[in-house]
């Protein structure tokens, strides 16, 4: 044969003829193309993995560790936590339906619904995250088809009675969804307490390192493990392997990066609270904070994630506070070894029920750094807003 083909066809075999090593990890397998071993093999789905999309070795197992975590059914990839929560929604809903979305819900989410939704035909409908559920569910009309959870929610911390909704939802056939992202499917298990789809951006506490994109949606049931599964295969959608393969990684140390998390984010939050720049903390594995005695019932702890309310002052003053600080980060994307500090109040505006907390709403991710180092910190940024005012 030609040089060409025979370049084209070198290792392919391994040249010591033993079996590929055995690693700790999964092979990260790289491949468009599957080959398959016969012509019958094809077109046999069942038997064969036919293409490099989303079921090579790395994604297998990843799939298989966060059915592990979220005691689900099955699990779908998805290449953000936008796009996860996106595509488990367009699996589920069809033209004509309704859907009842958390008002706290993360604003990318709000954006696709009051847009893409809206676009194919599809109503959304925003409530209050402290309706009482039998409010929720008893004023749901005959179309609407799916509730969309976020407990807490974003930026400002709400609890819902994730149990009590499911369960008076699954009475009337409606299909609940959380969005998990705050529990990391490890905090809290939502398909446990009766939530049909569990969904999380992976790109936070499970990769944990402020590095990759990828979203995960869980389902309780075959039937909906199904439908996501159909849905990543009508629309495309493909996780890269290696990407697959670092979400692996991070999992392995979740619980112990989120333990060091929430006890140093409850270590900041206790002293902020003792902060005469501060009126408020929202944080609700903190005794004493909206919500808590649902945080309580439900959780096994907390992540790095929380709120609090300066007391009012202009916009410079809140500048002023975030621009003092050392080792926050100012950065929108949380869930990494690093601490990050925000401020929120442009992001309130497009909220139905908006929440008027009397002076500005601040959050914070708290890392992995040692926390009094980050009090020494914050207690600069507040020294700095409290001459600003
Ligand atoms: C609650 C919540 N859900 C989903 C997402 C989206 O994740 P991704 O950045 O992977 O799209 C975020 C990102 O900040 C989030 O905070």
Redo the contacts with the bound molecule.
């Keep these: 044969m030609a040089e060409e083909t025979r370049l084209i066809r070198s290792g392919l075999k391994s040249s010591t003829g033993k079996p590929p090593a055995k690693t700790v990890g999964p092979p990260i397998q790289k491949g468009s193309t599957v080959l398959l071993p016969n012509a019958a093999s094809l077109y046999d789905d069942d038997a064969f993995i036919t293409y490099g999309r989303q079921g090579l070795a790395a994604h297998d197992a990843l799939k298989a560790a966060l059915c592990e975590l979220e005691n689900a059914k099955g699990v779908e990839l998805y290449p ?6 996106s595509g488990a929604m367009l699996a589920v809903l069809r033209a004509g339906d309704e859907v009842l979305v958390v008002d706290t819900i ?1 604003k ?2 709000r954006r696709f619904c009051d847009h893409v939704l809206k676009r194919f035909g599809v109503t959304t409908r925003y409530y209050d995250p402290r309706q009482s559920p039998e409010d929720l569910v008893g004023g749901a009309n005959e179309a609407v088809k799916l509730i969309v959870l ?1 407990s807490p929610g ?1 930026l400002s911390f709400e609890m819902q009675d994730i149990a009590a909704i499911a369960a008076l939802a699954k009475a009337r056939g409606i299909l609940t969804l959380a ?1 998990n ?2 529990g990391a499917g490890y905090l809290i298990k939502p398909l446990d307490h009766g939530v049909d789809i569990a ?6 506490y499970v990769g944990g390192h402020s590095d990759v ?3 995960s949606a869980a389902a309780a049931s075959t039937r909906l493990a199904r439908q996501l599964c159909d849905g990543v295969l009508h629309l495309g959608w493909a996780v890269s392997p290696e990407d697959a393969y670092q979400m692996l990684r991070g999992l392995r140390t979740l619980p112990t990066r989120l333990g060091r998390h929430g006890e140093s984010g409850l270590a900041v939050a206790a002293w902020l609270r003792g902060q005469p720049e501060v009126a408020e903390v929202l944080h609700p594995a903190l005794p004493g904070a909206p919500d808590h005695a649902l945080w309580a019932r439900d959780y096994t702890g907390a992540c790095g994630l929380f709120g609090f309310v300066l007391r009012p002052a202009p916009e410079a003053a809140v500048d002023a506070f975030l621009d003092q600080l050392k080792l926050f980060g100012l950065g ?3 869930g990494g070894f690093e601490s990050l500090a925000i401020s929120c109040d442009h992001q309130l505006k497009t909220r139905k029920f908006h929440p008027d907390y009397g002076g500005p709403l601040m959050r914070l991710h708290i890392g992995l750094e040692d926390p009094n180092d980050l009090i020494a910190d914050l207690r600069a940024g507040l020294d700095a807003y409290a001459k600003a005012i």
Excluded at 199 to 204: D, P, S
């Design positions: 953000s936590g936008v796009a996860a929560l993360y990318p989410t976020e974003s969005d992202t705050w969904v999380q951006a992976l790109t936070k994109f990828m979203g929108f994307s949380w």
